[in-house]
């Protein structure tokens, strides 16, 4: 073999079917074998007691740049990324929405230079507007992003503009990440609380409760199915919703559904305490063990077909106030590849599912694969090197995040990634990122297929 940039030598490679011990040899920021190698490089790494997989995609990120940047911006959030082992976003800010190609344009020039890992983008859907998408999905755009009720200032879809939405989704060949929660019944809900005088924690999962996620999430995944339309329904949040869009995906519907940490770790009655902390929708949903434990396995079984951080974080200072009025969301970058090692090392997952959850999935539903997503030749070198023994704590002063905090302060977790590589270059080490903005603008597959999209 001729001579290589990097070689990872002795290292235990996680793929979503295995894992096996090999090198991975990198050439020009490609992985140009995995094997037993005899390779001269110009740089030899020892992972020997290591895991090798492949960096995290993460699929749902808000970094809120070009926008209310004193929540988060590009520089920031990506070495926040970096560090935890996630190498590729998919990224959409609500303060500054892509809508039309004009948008997206001015949006990458925008963030050249700004990123410490690779990015795709999503545009954001408006009801009335689905003559865009044919446009947007040639330019770029990983994903649309649709809202069934109006949230963070964009307005939601009724059953009939997301049809239409739908099927020109369908035409073009396209992606949606729908946002799943019946406006009539939020609303409702929310008139009532008011009336009442509520401003109490307590009021969120009766704001947005169970019954307004079912029923978007039904209808929406009803139309995907009419339509012929690709889709994923974002944060599931409760077993319930994940049966539904099983149903349908055995009908022939082109689904899949996305889950977060927050569902799999936080129980419903913490919002009582925590308050505005724990303000993010659809809120936790988790009562009991049972609950927990059934989310799991509904994501080992791959009923949940991957994993997203929903980045959308907030300060301490910006989530002091009335709650109805601080922002959604959590921080989740720091956490959300942790969160899955500690899943394997409580017997939650195996390594192979973390593969497969947070890189190889989001990989080929958003059009990334086979460039990212696995460890293997062809692929970019985004390498995330795991040491699977060490114990540590979460803690609020290690988020790197400009929120500076996290719902899981204090937990103890076992595995962490001790080195982040992007296309070969070492972005990370010991939980410490550099800075040095590397990251590239990762066009769709709309760009490459003239719109004709892909299975």
């Known amino acids: 073999m001729p001579t290589v940039d990097l070689l990872i030598s002795g290292g235990i490679v996680i793929t979503s079917s295995g894992r096996r011990r090999a090198d991975v040899a990198v050439r020009d920021g490609r992985i140009v074998a995995v094997g037993r190698l005899d390779a001269a490089a110009a740089k030899v790494v020892d992972a020997g007691g290591l895991l090798v997989l492949p960096g995290g995609v993460d699929s749902h990120v808000h970094l809120m740049d070009p926008g209310d940047i004193e929540r988060e911006d590009f520089p920031t959030g990506t070495r926040a990324a970096a560090a935890a082992g996630t190498t590729t976003i998919v990224e959409h800010s609500h303060g500054a929405p892509v809508r039309t190609v004009a948008d997206l344009d001015t949006k990458v020039s925008y963030l050249t230079g700004r990123s410490n890992v690779d990015y795709a983008l999503a545009a954001h859907a408006w009801p009335g507007e689905a003559g865009s998408v044919a446009g947007l999905w040639r330019a770029g755009v990983a994903f649309f992003k649709v809202f069934t009720c109006t949230t963070h200032g964009i307005p939601g879809h009724g059953a009939a503009a997301l049809?239409?939405?739908?099927?020109?989704t369908a035409d073009a060949g396209a992606v949606s990440l729908v946002h799943c929660e019946d406006e009539s019944l939020t609303e409702d809900a929310e008139a009532l609380l008011r009336a009442d005088g509520r401003d109490d924690g307590g009021l969120l999962p009766e704001w947005r409760d169970r019954d307004a996620e079912v029923v978007a999430a039904a209808v929406t995944a009803l139309l995907a199915r009419r339509s012929g339309a690709r889709l994923t329904v974002a944060?599931?949040?409760?077993?319930e919703v994940a049966e539904y869009l099983a149903g349908e995906r055995r009908r022939g519907g082109r689904i899949w559904a996305e889950t977060c940490p927050q569902y799999l770790l936080l129980r419903e009655h913490e919002v009582v305490e925590h308050e505005t902390f724990r303000k993010f929708t659809p809120p936790a949903r988790a009562r009991g063990d049972a609950d927990e434990a059934a989310m799991w396995r509904l994501l080992r079984d791959g009923v949940l077909t991957h994993v997203s951080s929903d980045h959308a974080p907030a300060t301490r200072e910006q989530k002091t106030g009335s709650m109805w009025d601080v922002h959604f969301g959590l921080p989740g970058l720091d956490t959300t590849m942790p969160a899955l090692l500690d899943a394997v090392a409580r017997q939650h997952l195996a390594y192979e599912d973390v593969a497969r959850l947070y890189a190889e999935v989001p990989a080929r539903i958003y059009g990334l694969w086979p460039r990212k997503g696995?460890?293997?030749?062809?692929?970019?070198?985004?390498?995330?090197?795991?040491?699977?023994?060490v114990e540590w704590r979460l803690r609020d002063e290690c988020v790197l995040s400009k929120a500076g905090w996290t719902p899981y302060d204090g937990r103890r977790v076992t595995g962490r990634v001790v080195r982040t590589y992007l296309r070969g270059r070492l972005v990370a080490?010991?939980?410490?990122p550099a800075d040095d903005r590397t990251g590239r603008f990762v066009p769709g597959p709309g760009e490459i297929t003239g719109g004709r999209g892909g299975s």
């Open 163 to 168: 049809r239409g939405h739908l099927r020109a």
């Open 429 to 432: 080490q010991d939980g410490v």
């Open 374 to 389: 696995a460890v293997a030749p062809g692929f970019d070198a985004d390498l995330a090197l795991v040491d699977p023994d």
């Open 235 to 239: 944060h599931v949040s409760h077993p």
